[in-house]
């Protein structure tokens, strides 16, 4: 198993940038795929983004491509992401998970993080 705590959020103006970390610890991140969600309040988690075991080709959700970078530090058992031209439909408690798949589906993550709560304001 791994257990995985996110740091890093918190109010910032729109047009602004964040850096979100995911430290594991248990099982060795580079085991798994990394993933990031969010939820907003009265929605439903969304997938954000989601990086291989090797880091290699990242993909993201339609909505953040092109503002958010999700990058891993195996050496380092921590996964971050990187927003910004951040918007006020970005605000969400944003999660990390990790799964033995590629998937883009809240429902292959079988370890989530508390989230960091990420607010920005227009």
């Known amino acids: 198993q791994v257990q995985l705590v996110e740091s890093g959020g918190g109010l910032v103006q729109a047009g602004g940038s964040l850096r979100l970390s995911c430290a594991a610890s248990?099982?060795?991140?580079?085991?798994?795929?990394m993933g990031w969600f969010r939820q907003a309040p009265g929605k439903e988690r969304e997938f954000v983004a989601a990086?291989?075991?090797?880091?290699?080709?990242?993909y993201y959700a339609d909505s953040v491509k092109g503002r958010i970078t999700c990058s891993r530090d195996n050496a380092k058992n921590t996964v971050y992401l990187q927003l910004n031209s951040l918007k006020p439909e970005d605000t969400a408690v944003y999660y990390c998970a990790a799964a033995l798949v590629s998937s883009y589906r809240t429902n292959d993550y079988s370890f989530w993080g508390q989230g960091t709560q990420v607010t920005v304001s227009s």
């Open positions: 990086l291989k075991r090797s880091g290699d080709s990242p």
């Open positions: 248990g099982r060795a991140l580079s085991f798994y795929v």
